[in-house]
């Protein structure tokens, strides 16, 4: 039996015994390998110092042990099978790949060469020698797990990535990247992305040196969140962006990852529209709009506002709030309100413009606060100068209108009321002694100045029935004509264009007008005849009478100053001249469309 490493006795290949074997034995004990002899039926004959420790034995603890005792439970037959496998072809080397069992348990991986020889005695037997490569083992099941944990995750990313080599080309993409390109992973490998368009984030066309890939190459750093529109159909945009990371990791040139923003890219298009939607309409509002800050200070104006102010943007924007109002104490209260959180609707004050003038304005404002902070107060001003303006002169013209009642009232109806009287006190003295032929004509007279009184009531209604009209306007026209007519037994001449046909409400003010240019013609002309004619978009009212004293601008009475204003309110003008020949012509111009607000 070999106990020790007597089986290097034989000769060698020049059939000589080895030179100093207590060499050989040193090396055989030493060596950083497991060495094992075994006998046919795989009983350890010999196993060297270091292998013995390496499985936590002594050597005499092993010599007589069987091999298969040592491997692990699930390599025993494997072990036992290369035994027999030596055994059978002497002289052929065979590898293996088995675990073994320490003594305590603890199970190790071993890589072992084994191949039978002949012993001194001339038996067969089988030489095996191992190395432990537990650790080479656990690190190589390290590293493929974590490839699997890496490709796991690849594979399941949600953003597309692509490994790229020092030319440019795939040579590996996830799924997701398959997904955004709609290309399969094999048309990515085989690089076909060059099929396609591609846009800036502004939809023009990005060419390749601006690919995110092609400058993270050229510059040598990363570029990251290039947004990139991939053009798959010419109805259907994939929107992206793109991250490109230059490395060197064997043939591994760029990392590549695309994140589908499609729906993001879209969402934020429609707030840019919004936005600048938002801000046309800030901008181009009919009212004044204006955002001031805690302190007072202008932090946003729009046109409307800076065109009612005569100022430009720069000149506007920063300054206080105060500076811009008739009284500045007004401006300090409004800032009050606001910090006290009320809203402002409809607040009448004044503001100066550039030059100095005063414009009227009705103001609403509330504050937009976030967070319990005070972000800006939002004003909203309405220039109502004209609107004052109208209010003053309509104030006058009732004023002069209800002078002229009162006139007409006191002149006229008060005259005829005061002659009936009369009549009936002195009928009622001489009633006893007066022939009953002189009581009943006093009686008659009594009842025409009765008749004429309400004549002129009936007028006068009419003058202040401003919003009614039963017919149309060349009806109700011939019937003011007939009216004045037999009123003023002077001949109204009246001719209307077929095609005029103004507004009703136009035309009550039309009529009013006409009804007050003859009126005033008769008190204050003395005319023989009056001509009412109505063409194209005017309308005049001529006479025969004195001559109109002054120009087409003067202003002359309550009268003049009434037609006037009704000309205004439906947007037209009035023009009243001398007539060649003689008396006075009032004309009355319309605009083009003559229900038209007051210019």
């Known amino acids: 039996m070999l106990t020790s490493p007597d089986f290097m006795q034989?000769?060698?290949?020049?059939?000589?015994?080895?030179?100093?074997?207590?060499?050989?034995?040193?090396?055989?004990?030493?060596?950083?390998?497991?060495?094992?002899?075994?006998?046919?039926?795989?009983?350890?004959?010999?196993?060297?110092?270091?292998?013995?420790?390496?499985?936590?034995?002594?050597?005499?603890?092993?010599?007589?042990?069987?091999?298969?005792?040592?491997?692990?439970?699930?390599?025993?037959?494997?072990?036992?099978?290369?035994?027999?496998?030596?055994?059978?072809?002497?002289?052929?080397?065979?590898?293996?790949?088995?675990?073994?069992?320490?003594?305590?348990?603890?199970?190790?991986?071993?890589?072992?060469?084994?191949?039978?020889?002949?012993?001194?005695?001339?038996?067969?037997?089988?030489?095996?020698?191992?190395?432990?490569?537990?650790?080479?083992?656990?690190?190589?099941?390290?590293?493929?797990?974590?490839?699997?944990?890496?490709?796991?995750?690849?594979?399941?990313?949600?953003?597309?990535?692509?490994?790229?080599?020092?030319?440019?080309?795939?040579?590996?993409?996830?799924?997701?990247?398959?997904?955004?390109?709609?290309?399969?992973?094999?048309?990515?490998?085989?690089?076909?992305?060059?099929d396609r368009q591609y846009l800036r984030s502004d939809g023009s066309p990005l060419p390749p040196w601006e690919f995110a890939s092609s400058r993270a190459r050229a510059e040598d750093r990363i570029v990251s969140d290039v947004e990139t529109g991939i053009v798959l159909d010419e109805n259907e945009i994939v929107w992206t962006r793109v991250t490109a990371m230059p490395t060197r990791l064997g043939s591994i040139n760029m990392v590549v990852a695309t994140q589908d923003i499609t729906d993001q890219h879209h969402t934020t298009e429609e707030l840019r529209r919004r936005e600048q939607e938002l801000g046309d309409f800030f901008d181009k509002a009919p009212l004044g709009c204006l955002w001031v800050d805690a302190d007072g200070r202008i932090l946003k104006v729009n046109e409307t506002e800076l065109a009612t102010l005569g100022y430009s943007r720069g000149e506007f924007l920063g300054r206080h709030l105060s500076e811009f109002y008739a009284e500045p104490e007004v401006a300090t209260s409004l800032m009050e309100r606001f910090l006290k959180r009320e809203d402002v609707r409809d607040f009448e004050t004044r503001i100066k413009r550039k030059d100095g003038s005063v414009v009227h304005v009705l103001i609403s404002s509330n504050v937009f606060w976030k967070d319990n902070q005070f972000i800006h107060s939002r004003l909203f001003t309405r220039d109502i100068t004209k609107q004052k303006q109208a209010e003053e002169e309509l104030k006058l013209v009732r004023r002069a209108e209800n002078e002229r009642i009162g006139r007409e009232l006191h002149d006229g109806l008060g005259g005829h009321i005061t002659g009936i009287r009369y009549l009936l006190d002195s009928a009622i003295r001489k009633v006893d002694g007066t022939p009953l032929s002189e009581t009943m004509h006093v009686m008659r007279h009594c009842s025409e100045l009765l008749q004429e009184s309400l004549v002129f009531i009936r007028q006068l209604a009419r003058g202040l029935e401003t919003t009614s009209m039963h017919g149309d306007f060349t009806t109700e026209l011939n019937s003011l004509r007939d009216g004045m007519e037999a009123t003023f037994m002077i001949p109204c001449h009246l001719t209307v264009d077929p095609k005029f046909h103004p507004a009703r409400d136009a035309a009550v003010e039309i009529l009013q007008i006409v009804r007050e240019s003859v009126t005033n013609a008769v008190r204050h002309g003395d005319p023989g005849q009056i001509w009412i004619s109505a063409h194209g978009k005017a309308i005049t009212i001529e006479n025969d009478g004195r001559d109109f004293p002054g120009d087409e601008n003067i202003t002359l009475g309550i009268g003049l100053n009434s037609m006037r204003q009704r000309a205004r309110s439906i947007g037209g003008q009035l023009l009243v001249s001398k007539r060649q020949g003689g008396g006075a012509v009032c004309t009355i111009i319309l605009p083009d469309e003559p229900n038209a607000a007051p210019v």
Not at 13 to 33: A, L, W
Not at 54 to 82: C, M, N
Not at 151 to 171: H, S
């Open 10 to 194: 034989k000769t060698d290949s020049q059939g000589e015994p080895p030179q100093n074997p207590d060499r050989y034995r040193e090396i055989f004990n030493n060596s950083p390998v497991m060495y094992f002899t075994l006998r046919d039926d795989g009983i350890i004959l010999a196993v060297n110092e270091f292998g013995a420790q390496q499985l936590e034995y002594e050597p005499a603890e092993l010599i007589g042990k069987s091999i298969v005792d040592l491997f692990h439970e699930p390599d025993k037959a494997s072990g036992l099978g290369v035994v027999q496998t030596c055994l059978a072809t002497p002289g052929h080397v065979f590898h293996s790949q088995l675990r073994k069992r320490k003594k305590k348990g603890e199970i190790i991986w071993t890589k072992g060469t084994a191949w039978a020889v002949k012993d001194t005695d001339g038996r067969i037997v089988v030489l095996e020698i191992c190395q432990d490569i537990t650790s080479q083992i656990r690190s190589q099941q390290a590293l493929h797990d974590s490839e699997e944990k890496f490709r796991t995750v690849f594979e399941m990313l949600p953003v597309g990535v692509a490994i790229l080599d020092a030319f440019g080309k795939i040579v590996d993409a996830n799924p997701a990247l398959s997904k955004i390109w709609r290309y399969s992973h094999e048309e990515l490998l085989n690089n076909q992305l060059g």
